[in-house]
């Protein structure tokens, strides 16, 4: 079956200019995670989503980053304002109700920002 | 803070040889411990977890192990392959309601033939 997408696999950007990341879970799954890893480090917990309610915003580096999940599907994350440290890969994760700690990951979008 | 370290960050070993990969945590009240591969380009893929009642899980050729009490578990590679060349990535998760797992930074892992 199909398992976590991410769009775009690429994406170059100028300093300043807003982007949006996204991500396609696993049919069915509830909970979507999204990660950060910067070149020498590990993985970042962002966000995370669970059904309906609240997210966990905790990872959140700043104001500049959000995310949204709509219709409890598909996920986008925004960077407004991008600088140059935000470059890395931003990965997401699903995972079926119940059992989160066994989470799926995408692929991942590879951000540079220039 | 709650943190994970992974030793060594980096390891060359010829095809064939047994090796042990290192992961240390600060908190030891885990709810579970998981070993990821990561390949360049592509996504992570679980290689075994290990709950925080469990001492080892093992499948195929890789083994883990996991001592809470001491914060530290091991992934054990039996007659490694080039095919096994990839980053392996240890994760902690601290609260099953939550499952946001915390990540050390990797073993980078080449096996010549």
């Known amino acids: 079956g199909a398992g976590v997408s991410q769009s775009p696999s690429n994406k170059v950007t100028e300093k300043g200019k807003d982007v949006e990341l996204r991500c396609d879970p696993i049919?069915?799954?509830?909970?979507l995670y999204w990660y950060r890893q910067s070149l020498g480090q590990g993985l970042e917990f962002l966000i995370y989503?669970?059904?309906?309610?609240?997210?966990?915003k905790s990872g959140l580096p700043s104001d500049r980053f959000s995310a949204e999940r709509t219709g409890g599907s598909v996920s986008t994350l925004t960077i407004q304002r991008t600088q140059q440290e935000d470059s890395a890969v931003y990965l997401c994760?699903?995972?079926?109700?119940?059992?989160?700690?066994?989470?799926?990951f995408g692929p991942g979008t590879r951000l540079l920002v220039l | 803070k709650q943190e994970v370290t992974q030793i060594p960050a980096a390891l060359s070993v010829p095809e064939g040889e047994n090796l042990v990969l290192n992961c240390s945590f600060t908190?030891?009240?885990?709810?579970?411990l998981q070993w990821f591969r990561q390949d360049p380009g592509k996504g992570l893929t679980s290689l075994l977890l290990?709950?925080?009642?469990?001492r080892e899980q093992t499948s195929g050729r890789l083994n883990a192990s996991l001592d809470k009490s001491s914060g530290r578990s091991t992934l054990y590679i039996a007659a490694s392959q080039p095919g096994d060349s990839a980053t392996y990535l240890c994760?902690?998760?601290?609260?099953?309601?939550?499952?946001?797992?915390?990540f050390g930074k990797g073993t980078k892992l080449s096996v010549k033939p």
């Open positions: 908190d030891s009240a885990i709810y579970n």
């Open positions: 994760a699903s995972s079926s109700d119940g059992r989160p700690e066994t989470q799926y």
């Open positions: 994760a902690v998760c601290y609260g099953g309601s939550q499952g946001n797992l915390i």
């Open positions: 290990i709950q925080s009642s469990q």
């Open positions: 049919s069915g799954h509830t909970a």
């Open positions: 989503f669970q059904g309906n309610s609240a997210p966990d």
